[in-house]
């Protein structure tokens, strides 16, 4: 029986838990779950019990790997969780989930502070406009310092590029540290908007939760936040719902001051700032409330804005209103034996079972059948529901044509969103079946992983007819290794992890390329085409810019010219894919009876060969690398890094006082060991991180080894 889902919007919550890996993101999702009664018995990370990392890998490597969407219910507000992976190699988990949600948690670890991955996911909330809340978690481990926690938060995160809000504390932790390490352990919070301590029942796993008044010892300590709070609130304080009340040395009333931070949260003016720690049972209650009292509704967000497919670019709004006409975004495609599922985030009107809905971007329609809500654990199978209404995030199950970035909306109030970017994938493997028969098999699951992720790339390599595999990192790789393995109970083997490459025009070039033959047939085409470098979100382009009313070429002549450009610039010239790379279209000529699609591809292929002969740099991807080392073991790690041809940006001691931070820039080639190899650098005291940061020219010696010289 299907479940009707029709809720005021005002009352859900579409959020993500975002952080660097080990901040405690999945513990502190399990604890959201366990309070909310979504699940009945909390699950552990090490345990490999946990409801959202509900896959075999994420259980045996006790990290998250894919982002899982979860409905529960608190304080009668619906909310739709997303935890999502911190580890770098699967960042493309992050970016589509945020893509779609209207608010964070961002989870720090209160010993470490900001980490290279916090920043990370950090940036990416800022790409999208995400209003967000801070959790400082782990407040309960050796050295946890909120204080300093806080300070690495303001220095290095929101002093970015077009960020303005500051974060700022509402519920602050009593202590820091163990009972077996700190004289003033960490044991409960405070609320200091209602002034009151809070304390939670271990016994019950922290169900129970105590209110008290505020320790003597916290007083001082409450009072020097409570007067940064309404500092801060105080600033943007237009409609004076505590300004007067402050400046008259009185206590605002709790529920404006709630309105004020709700309203600059949604702003982005701050960040509100909770304590806790998931593993201890502390603070997670606080933590739900402020999800619903601070973090967006959908109602809250700006209308979604996109193009008008067959209007020529021309703009179109849709508000968050089941009124609006139904668009919605594909932003996750998962492999499923009884059929492939896609999740959409219904930003407009209605989706509903039995509609042919629209693909905008491939001028395709799609049947739902039948639309769902998908549970983390895949055991409690699929929520049949009546509706997806505006603000819902539903998930439907075999679609034929959709892709995650897909738009789906009405045909008769056509409308494109933008496309979800990702970032461009570094290493690549060679993969081959141990049986030949396994051949047609092995290229259907490649093509089945590629659906699910984006940053998954595979193609032939044209020289050697090897399969390529190419994704973010060699832990990515491997991963996709185990599911064929695992899921579709292929043998499989696989090379050395190799660079992925990619190649761009040393300068423009505008060239005219004539065809008069195709094999020993007469033929005719003639394309003059221009080549030139840009920035730009998508690592090519190609554009029609010719004249067809001057000069009426049949359309399906240019459209194959414009294929063969655009596979040929995926391709490159060297068999890697061109980058920030543009092919204008400029004129063109046929004959009517000599001309066909096949003679304007040659043509094509000819002009991008004439304009890339000799005219091709070699660029080489460089990852951003964190290194975290006790001091006496600085000088090591700098002398490596310096012979991996690294460029040093940073080293400075770290949040904790005790450790130093080197931050390096490095050719991905000179990093394949670099994980193990940093350990034997510092008698294994030492931690390393990276992220892919840009791609550069490679040297002469790298290209003349490519090319076997």
């Known amino acids: 029986m299907a479940k009707d889902k029709s809720q005021d919007l005002k009352l859900v919550r579409n959020i993500g838990v975002i952080a660097h890996i080990d901040a405690g993101k999945t513990t502190t999702t399990e604890h959201l779950l366990y309070y909310s009664e979504a699940m009945h018995k909390l699950g552990g990370v090490d345990e490999g019990t946990t409801k959202t990392d509900y896959d075999p890998e994420e259980q045996e490597r006790g990290i998250t790997i894919y982002s899982a969407c979860v409905p529960f219910e608190w304080s009668g507000h619906t909310i739709n969780l997303i935890d999502t992976p911190g580890h770098v190699d699967f960042t493309a988990e992050v970016e589509r989930s945020l893509r779609v949600l209207d608010g964070a948690v961002v989870v720090f670890d209160g010993q470490k502070g900001v980490e290279a991955q916090s920043e990370t996911v950090w940036r990416q909330a800022n790409k999208y406009g995400v209003p967000r809340l801070v959790f400082v978690n782990k407040m309960d481990v050796v050295g946890a310092n909120f204080a300093r926690t806080l300070e690495s938060i303001n220095t290095r995160l929101t002093p970015q590029v077009g960020e303005h809000g500051r974060p700022v504390p509402i519920v602050i932790p009593i202590g820091a540290g163990g009972a077996a390490d700190s004289r003033t352990p960490f044991r409960g919070v405070i609320d200091i908007i209602d002034m009151k301590a809070k304390f939670f029942d271990a016994d019950d796993l922290g169900v129970t939760v105590r209110i008290d008044e505020i320790p003597e010892e916290n007083q001082a300590e409450v009072a020097r936040y409570r007067e940064l709070l309404f500092e801060v609130l105080t600033h943007h304080d237009d409609k004076d719902l505590i300004t007067s009340a402050v400046l008259d040395g009185k206590d605002p009333e709790p529920a404006k001051v709630r309105q004020l931070i709700r309203e600059q949260c949604i702003a982005r003016k701050i960040y509100p ?166 051949k047609d098999k092995l290229a259907l699951a490649l093509e089945v992983l590629q659906l699910e992720d984006p940053t998954f790339k595979v193609k032939a390599d044209k020289d050697t007819g090897q399969i390529l595999m190419s994704g973010m990192g060699t832990l990515h790789l491997e991963v996709k290794r185990h599911r064929l393995e695992r899921d579709f109970k292929l043998k499989v083997r696989v090379s050395q992890p190799r660079v992925s490459y990619r190649e761009m025009l040393r300068e423009p070039r505008t060239v005219e390329a004539k065809i008069d033959r195709l094999g020993d047939k007469p033929a005719f085409a003639q394309l003059k085409v221009s080549f030139t470098n840009f920035k730009s979100d998508k690592p090519v382009g190609v554009f029609n810019v010719i004249n067809t009313e001057a000069n009426p070429i049949p359309p399906a002549f240019l459209s194959a010219a414009e294929r063969a450009l655009a596979d040929a610039l995926q391709t490159g010239e060297l068999g890697y894919p061109m980058m920030n790379a543009q092919a204008r279209m400029l004129d063109a000529k046929f004959d009517p009876q000599l001309s066909s699609e096949d003679s304007f591809i040659a043509a094509a292929i000819k002009a991008y060969r004439d304009a890339t002969q000799g005219n091709v740099q070699l660029l080489q991807p460089i990852m951003k690398v964190t290194v975290t080392t006790p001091s006496e073991f600085v000088g090591n790690i700098l002398g490596d890094l310096t012979a991996r041809r690294g460029i040093v940006e940073r080293q400075e001691s770290n949040s904790t006082g005790n450790l130093f931070e080197v931050d390096a820039l490095v050719p991905l080639a000179k990093l394949f060991t670099y994980a193990n190899e940093v350990r034997s650098l510092s008698q294994g005291r030492a931690a390393a991180g990276m992220e892919p940061f840009s791609y550069e020219p490679a040297p002469d010696d790298v290209l003349r080894q490519l090319l076997g010289e």
Not at 355 to 374: Q, T, W, Y
Request: with cysteine.
């Open 273 to 438: 700032v909770l304590s806790g720690s998931g593993r201890e049972h502390i603070g997670i209650q606080p933590l739900l409330d402020a999800v619903t009292l601070y973090l967006p509704s959908p109602l809250d967000r700006p209308p979604v804005t996109g193009t008008d497919p067959k209007g020529k670019g021309k703009e179109v709004k849709r508000k968050p209103d089941p009124k609006e006409p139904f668009c919605g975004l594909v932003f996750k495609a998962a492999w499923h034996p009884n059929g492939n599922r896609f999740f959409v985030r219904v930003y407009s009107g209605v989706m509903r079972p039995g509609m042919r809905a629209f693909n905008s971007g491939k001028d395709v329609k799609e049947n739902i059948p039948k639309l769902f809500h998908v549970h983390a654990d895949p055991a409690r199978g699929l929520e049949e529901v009546e509706s997806g209404p505006a603000g819902d995030i539903v998930c439907v199950i075999g679609l034929k044509d959709t892709v995650t970035g897909d738009t789906l909306c009405e045909t008769a109030h056509p409308i494109l969103l933008e496309a979800i970017s990702f970032a461009e994938s570094v290493v690549s493997q060679s993969i081959e079946p141990e049986s030949g028969a396994d």
